[in-house]
């Protein structure tokens, strides 16, 4: 079974300029997530869909930061414009989404890592 | 919301069993414990929830304090494979919305 789909693995783009994060779940999974992780730190949640509906998106920064999952399967992360504070790893997980959030187990892809130059 | 506080590091030599610890004095009722972790390079991957009991699973065990304020992962015997960082989640018990990572605790495995 494949697991969690992202690309690209790594992007490298200047200061102002737009940059887009696919990402594709295990099929059958309903909850997606995306995370960003700074270097030497856990990741923070940015935005959490529930099929097709953003159900927290309270960290996502809104100025610059959109998402969208249209058919609820997978998701496009995008940053418009980048800044230097940027530079980080994307991380997309999903999870079956059917035993609750309390239990229910993430399953991450290996990361799009973002360079800001 | 609650909180947890790991040790940044620790070491253990290959072949020996290693416990990685987790305090999270604020922890309430319906918080669950997870323990996920991430090699060097990757997505970090689950390795075991519980409530209240201890439980065990093929990659590891997790034993949980009576009053639940802390928690052990416990690897039986430690190989090169499992040098990585280990994070110890409470998923939030009102919303299980927030998943907070912290910085975990980065395993050294010695040969």
């Known amino acids: 079974e494949a697991g969690v789909v992202q690309s690209p693995r790594y992007k490298i783009i200047e200061k102002k300029q737009p940059v887009a994060f696919w990402c594709n779940p295990i099929?059958?999974?309903?909850?997606l997530y995306w995370y960003l992780q700074n270097l030497g730190q856990g990741p923070e949640l940015l935005i959490r869909?529930?099929?097709?509906?953003?159900?927290?998106d309270s960290q996502l920064p809104k100025d610059r930061f959109s998402a969208e999952r249209l058919k609820g399967v997978d998701s496009t992360l995008k940053i418009q414009p980048a800044e230097l504070g940027d530079s980080a790893v994307y991380l997309c997980?999903?999870?079956?989404?059917?035993?609750?959030?309390?239990?229910?187990?993430?399953?991450f892809g290996p990361g799009t890592r973002l360079t800001v130059l | 919301d609650a909180k947890t506080t790991q040790p940044n590091s620790m070491e253990s030599n290959e072949e020996e069993p290693v416990h990685l610890p987790c305090n999270h004095s604020t922890i309430s009722g319906t918080d669950y414990i997870h323990w996920y972790r991430q090699l060097p390079s990757q997505g970090p991957e689950y390795v075991i929830h519980?409530?209240?009991s201890n439980v065990n699973n093929r990659m590891a065990s997790l034993a949980i304090a009576e009053d639940r304020k802390s928690s052990t992962l416990i690897l039986h015997r430690a190989t090169l494979r499992d040098a990585a960082v280990y994070y110890c989640?409470?998923?939030?018990?009102?919303?299980?919305?927030?998943?907070?990572f912290g910085t975990g605790t980065s395993l050294t495995v010695i040969p």
């Open positions: 519980g409530l209240t």
């Open positions: 997980a999903s999870s079956f989404g059917e035993t609750g959030p309390l239990t229910d187990t993430q399953y």
């Open positions: 989640i409470l998923r939030d018990g009102d919303t299980g919305n927030q998943f907070y």
């Open positions: 869909y529930e099929n097709e509906e953003a159900v927290d």
């Open positions: 099929s059958g999974h309903n909850t």
